[in-house]
């Protein structure tokens, strides 16, 4: 187990919708425009001129650059002192290539070319906000299992006294120090961001420590542990009296998220857990203690 440093983010980040816009505004022969250096997060008026686009006086990116990024479906970009890459790694602990791929709003993250997130009619950082609230109230003490970018925690920890988020892989938190959207991951103070094997860290907490846990794992192909009873009975054990578990198990109308459910349903009551309440908004459960 390793806690993960803080780390500032000190560059532009654009994707296919900023840059979009960018390329219209020239069109148009605006010399100046506003947009998001943020993937969204905030706006910013920037300048235009045949060299390309300038922000706080100095040359952000050129046109032929802007041109790249609008041309990718699946990459953000990371632009600092005129030069341009994409976010992308490969994580060695688990021999897979991450990238974050924008949306509209928040980006979300790709794992070996699959989505971690829900990202179809509804944004990846609205979706950890549906689970957020299906769990509510969340309060005191919460253990989220899956950090991903980090959405989850940071969403918990407006209304919780402390959140201990666990990611398994670096990857996945290279790609959050890089997303502009994950930084309260690094900064707030509520938040711990532990890097390790949820079924295996869950074990060091004592009985009836969380008030609350947020359950997102992977797809069981990938984390067939996460969805055993042996860790829900670790999960019944860590929370409180009155402690209840989001469990999110994806979209309840397919046929794969239906027979998922079942499974899971059966296996939550096995290890201790008396109530379990569908809330297919959030593509989950809640079971209760």
Known sequence: MSKVDRFPLAYAVLSRFQATGLLQAREA??????????LGLSRHEVQL????????GRLLLDWKQLQAIAASENGCFRVHDGACGEIRGFSESSQRAYRLFPTAEAPGLLLAGFTMHRFKDISPNRAALEMVRAAAPVRGRVLDTATGLGYTAIAAARGAVEVVTIELDPGSLA??????????????????????????EIAKYPDGHFSVIIHDPPSMSLAGDL?????????????????????????????????VTKGVIHRLRAAGFRRIVPKPVAYGVLACK
């Open 29 to 38: 022969g605006r010399q100046a425009a506003e947009t998001s250096l943020d």
């Open 49 to 56: 001129d045949a060299a390309g686009v300038h922000a706080d």
């Open 175 to 200: 790609m959050a120090r890089a997303n502009p959207w994950s930084q309260e991951l690094f900064h707030h103070p509520a938040i711990t961001c532990i890097v390790g094997d949820s079924s295996e």
């Open 227 to 259: 969805y055993a009873e042996a860790f829900y009975r670790q999960a019944w054990r860590v929370l409180s009296g009155n402690g209840r578990m989001f469990h999110y198990l994806g979209d309840p109308h397919s046929a794969l998220g239906g027979r």
